[in-house]
């Protein structure tokens, strides 16, 4: 079922969440930081986590030239705001591109097991299934099926409807992307709430921090 999971996954990625390939962006003053064009980082790889994992930066030295292309490696993410900052200075590039996914729903990670579940039944089902007619006549007895596979896909379009129907918003992604995953928020330097303060000029060292 692993294989089946991984495209279940992959499918379920295609209704919550929208895929952006090669934004341009620009840099700031610091030729580290920039912003882009959608907030609400979508996580990619189901792990409820958003990291370097879930964005890639290019470094451009010929803006023309995609054998110029490098990737560049990525410090700290502001998902809700759309915000990520570099390890490095890249004001050098001709160009900055980025690829990323980001929400367009409020989802409910319990639908998304579910949902996730029902379409890899699914496909289990139909491989098992599929090849077997319609009707099928052994001596006396007269087998038929109805396609079992299709309840499993109605019930998934069930759970992808639930998932759909609420847009996100900040409130929402905080829950799900944010609070979620961090029970305990540290602000010792290097962590996200040590970049948040120092923007907002109120950054205090957290003295259980090492």
């Known amino acids: 079922m692993e294989e089946f999971i991984t495209k279940a996954q992959n499918v379920i990625l295609h209704y919550i969440q929208v895929r952006v390939q090669d934004e341009a962006i620009s840099l700031d003053t610091s030729g580290t930081t920039f912003s882009l064009q959608y907030n609400y980082l979508a996580d990619t790889n189901f792990d ?38 570099l390890s490095s200075d890249a004001s050098s590039y001709e160009k900055i591109t980025v690829n990323y996914s980001y929400y367009t729903c409020a ?10 579940a029902y379409y890899a039944g699914m ?20 087998v038929r099926q109805k396609q079992p ?39 010792g330097p290097g962590t996200v709430l040590s970049e948040e303060d120092t923007y907002s000029g109120k950054y205090i060292q957290d003295p259980e921090a090492k």
């Open 149 to 187: 596979w299709d309840k499993l896909r109605q019930e998934f379009l069930r759970m992808i409807f639930h998932l759909t129907e609420i847009p996100m918003d900040l409130v929402n992604y905080r829950k799900i992307m944010v609070s979620a995953r961090s029970p305990v928020k540290y602000k």
């Open 107 to 116: 989802i409910d990670w319990n639908l998304v097991a579910l949902a996730t």
């Open 123 to 142: 496909l289990w089902v139909a491989r098992e299934e599929f090849l077997v007619p319609e009707e099928l006549t052994i001596g006396n007895v007269k």
């Open 48 to 85: 409820k986590v958003i990291n370097g994992l879930d964005i890639t930066v290019y470094g451009w030295v010929d803006a023309e030239s995609i054998e110029t292309r490098t990737t560049l490696t990525v410090s700290t993410i502001f998902p809700e705001n759309g915000i990520v900052k």
